[in-house]
């Protein structure tokens, strides 16, 4: 029962208190086992930021041996992975345009000829340089390989041809970002992380908090319908998503430079879908959730993988495919597609649709879920 | 005031939690204009029945009605003509009370809203905090405000659930007195509480246990049915009096009451000759009207049964 200034037996009940609250705050407990594996995890094997094995289609106007010895040699590299022959212009720009290939490689006609005269030919590649950090490696790799893969070729009179700054000219041409500036990536990408993260936590809260404060129970003798309820939850907040959406497209433009090639009227209609979907998220953390505390955890929980596996930081094709897999379940990595499609490549609702119903299945699952569990709180 | 219409009537009603049937064949009859007093310890059902009475919950069994519409499938026409506040505070703290009333009104619908909101501020004498945050009002304020919003859609019925814990004796006093001028219009209010005096402003009485309904009438009634004889006894050491009488036959419980100590049992005969041996000096002993407080306390120990 001594005062003294320093007592080593209460600092242990203080200690062995914690630990007791620790353990019945199961979900906190979890997240402090959880959160650390899933970053072991995901920045240990998941991200990848040399990409390899990108998907790359090929424009061949000529059928010769140089042209197929260019094409084996790229389909042994660890770069590329040659998944389409492609036989107009038009399929190239459609394939760029929604995401399908990274690369275009173009040999051109009369390559051959131009080969052995000693003209230096052109080998074009195009690249979708939305993102700088999946392309880099690959484009440097490419002069090489393509003036390696020819050298055994050019034996007997053709020697002469080894000589000099190579028997082949690679161009390359950076579509879409042309200097290869990371924030025309990391700008449109923001809009969709910014929205995951205030519109995920904020209704996660703002339901939870009238929980713990006991005002749920008041409202719920109301005439209020449940639908009132959520409705009237959500519409403020998709008008805050949509504040937020323009600060960051005033700043893309005027801040970042970041070009606008696309429809903002198209934009800010997708993204409604986006926001949607993410406020189903929110409202399902919110029906689980024991306190304000646990809502924003999970929050958290879903904005980690978010952030790390939809190609916002590490490029997505860098991932391993159960990496991959995952991303492609999040919203947030079909949103990505979409502003950047939208905002650098020009892309319109055709070409949108793609990465479109990703997320509005996302949403349907949400809101089944949301609905449900919502449902059993109120009784 | 039987002649009066009968606003709740419901019979076995029944509420499981999981595996814990909290409210058990509870069945209870409240008339128009009555301040019916809900008692019983913590834990023994009171909210769970009357959340069920508002349509907070569903009952898993029993029937009956409310308002005249059916308790389990009438809720939304029950609704808007109850006003219901719970036990913790459970408006916004982060709105002004001008904002709560207005909300609240808003949620029931209330035409005239802007009128509505100033007369039952005025009502409530509420007006020089109409610019407060709910947070910054006291106990006794904060319980006003509850009240306020239960009443400014001019509910026919009130369940209030423990309105008054946590809250000054003078704002008590208050809140009773605005609860009798209220039934007097016409309003029916059901009143948890763990107050033995405001049980006995209460025109009728349950007492709740476990989940079962223990005894139910006037304060008078309940009391009767008891049957307890009361004894109290002053000066001398009531300690070791309360040690030596406790067990004795016809001594059902032994409670001290500041400097006196109550005795009671149901036995009248057998409690006489139990103390008879300890009617000496310095012991004063005399009998007493028994109290509601003890007919709660043997009813609570489980010796009273089913009355």
Redesign the interface.
Known sequence: MRSSWFSPARLWAMVVKEFVQMRRDRLTFGMMIGIPLLQLIIFGYAINSDPKHLPTAVLVTEQSPFARRILAAMQTSDYFRVTTVARSEAQIERLLAEGRVQFVVSVPAEFSRRLVRGQRPQVLLEADATDPAAVGNAVFALGTLVNQALERDLAGPLVRLRAGPGPVEVIVHRRYNPEGLTQYNIVPGLMGVVLTMTMVVITSLAVTRERE???M????????RPLEVMLGKLLPYILVGYVQMALIVLAARYLFRVPEVGSLVLLFAVSLLFIAANLMVGITFSTVAQNQLQAVQMSFLFFLPSILLSGFMFPFRGMPDWAQTIGSALPLTHYLRLVRGILLKGNGLAQCWPELWPIALFMLVMMTVALKRYRQT?? | MNQAAVIIDVQGLVKRFGPHTVVDGVSLTVRQGEVFGFLGPNGAGKTTTIRMLCGLLTPDGGSGTCLGFDVIRGSRQIKPQVGYMAQRFSLYEDLTVEENLNFIAAMYGVPQRRQAVAETAERLELEPYRQHLARNLSGGWKQRLALASCLIHRPKLLLLDEPTAGVDPKARREFWDRVHQLTAEGITALISTHYMDEAERCHRLAYIAAGRLLAEGTVEEVVERQGLTTWAVTGGDLHELTRRLQGLPGVEQVVAFGNSLHVSGRDAAALGRSIEPFRVAPHQWRQVATSLEEVFISLMSGEGGAS
């Open positions: 404060r006991g005002t129970e008041n409202l719920l003798t109301t005439p209020v109120i009784d």
